[in-house]
Structures are given as structure tokens and as C-alpha cells.
């Protein structure tokens, strides 16, 4: 009987040490600081510069960049819209040649009605699409937004960013790219709700080294 519970004492030792292991191993990988890479050997090209955008009005900004130089970008994007009403279009995204997609999505999900429960509900619905394709999705932090115009602010920004580094830590094909640092007032829109064309600037070049870091993981 001693022997026994000594067996099981043991065993939810290992047990806890393993989620232990597994938990910490899921933080380092979801924060992974994208931005921060730097080419070892001068700079390198794209192979595969093409990439479709797609997702609420955040997207849409993100086409309309005026600086873009080097990639080549197909917009699905729809303004107005939670996750869950651009749920179709953004699934035709994932079903389009490119093998590159940034998911965008801001602030509609937070006020409207998609609840954190349902939110992760259709990324696990579109990220499944993308490993059947073999997709490459890149997702930036979902960012709070400015405005007093919302006076009901059901959900936090929060409890979505968590939701989307989760996921990146589960998907081996969803790249989480942190741009937390520029949720300030430099960044932000005249409406206090979308981020200005520094942010986009910003976000475009994080963007860029991440596609230049998996391309070179691939490769290697």
C-alpha cells in the first residue's frame, strides 16, 4: 500500500512538472519578438512576397498603405464587421493561392457580439482551414481602443490578445506578432478607435521580419 502511494505521489509529481514544462514552453513561443530579428548574413529577399489581408477595417487600413514597397498585397477585407460576420470571407481568404495570410482584426469584436468563447471559436475554425492549406497566418496583437463613443465595452482587448498568443502557441502555422508597445496616443487615429498610417508603417515592417524568419526556418 506504501509502495502504492508512493507510485502515485510520483507520478502527479512528473505530471505537474510536464504542465509546468508545456505551460512556460507556450508563453515563450507565443511571444516571440518577430520584430527584434535581425539577418545574419545582409539582407534577404522575400522568396514569396505575395500575401492576402483580410479581416475588418483594420485590414483594410492595412491595403491601403501608401509606403508599400515589397509585398504584394490581395485584400479581403470588410469593414464594420465582428469575427464572427467576416467569418465567410475570411475562410475564402484562406482558400486563395497565396500561401501567406495576415489575419487583422480590431476593436468590433469588443462591443458588438462576439464574446471571448465564440472569438476563439471561429480562429480555431480558420486556423484549421489554414493547416489543411498550408497556410503561413500571421495575427498582430488585438489592441484596445481610445474612444468614449462606447459607453457599453462588454469585453477587454485583453481577453482577445490572450486568446490569439494561445493559439499561436498551438498552431505551428500561426505567428503571433506583438505590437503592444504602440498602443499610445503617437499611434492613434483622429477617431480614437483605428491607429494611424505610422502604426501601419510600423506593423508592415514587423510583418515583413516575421515572413523573412519562417521563410528562413523553411528554408533551412
Known amino acids: 500500500m506504501k509502495k502504492l502511494k508512493l507510485e502515485l505521489k510520483n507520478s502527479l509529481i512528473l505530471i505537474l512538472f510536464l504542465t509546468y514544462i508545456f505551460f512556460v514552453n507556450s508563453l515563450c513561443i507565443a511571444n516571440t519578438p518577430y520584430y527584434n530579428y535581425v539577418p545574419k548574413s545582409g539582407p534577404i529577399v522575400l522568396n514569396d512576397s505575395s500575401i492576402v489581408v483580410t479581416g475588418d477595417s483594420f485590414a483594410g487600413k492595412f491595403c491601403d498603405l501608401e509606403s ?28 486563395q493561392k497565396e500561401k501567406n495570410v495576415l489575419i487583422s482584426i480590431g476593436v468590433n469584436d469588443q462591443y458588438m457580439e462576439t464574446p471571448p468563447y465564440r472569438f476563439e471559436y471561429v480562429m480555431r475554425s480558420l486556423l484549421n482551414i489554414a493547416v489543411i492549406n498550408k497556410k503561413n497566418v500571421y495575427l498582430h496583437s488585438y489592441l484596445k481602443y481610445f474612444s468614449n463613443t462606447y459607453n ?69
Open 68 to 95: 508599400n514597397k515589397d509585398l504584394l498585397i490581395v485584400g479581403y477585407a470588410r469593414a464594420g464587421q465582428t469575427i464572427d460576420q467576416n467569418k465567410v470571407i475570411m475562410a475564402e481568404a484562406l482558400n
Open 152 to 220: 457599453i465595452r462588454r469585453f477587454s482587448a485583453i481577453e482577445y490578445d490572450l486568446i490569439i498568443r494561445q493559439l499561436c502557441s498551438e498552431y505551428y502555422n500561426a505567428y503571433y506578432i506583438d505590437v503592444k508597445d504602440l498602443e499610445n496616443p503617437m499611434y492613434i487615429s483622429e477617431d480614437y478607435i483605428h491607429y494611424n498610417s505610422l502604426f501601419y508603417d510600423e506593423l508592415y515592417k514587423r510583418l515583413i521580419n516575421a515572413m523573412l524568419i519562417v521563410e528562413t526556418s523553411n528554408n533551412g
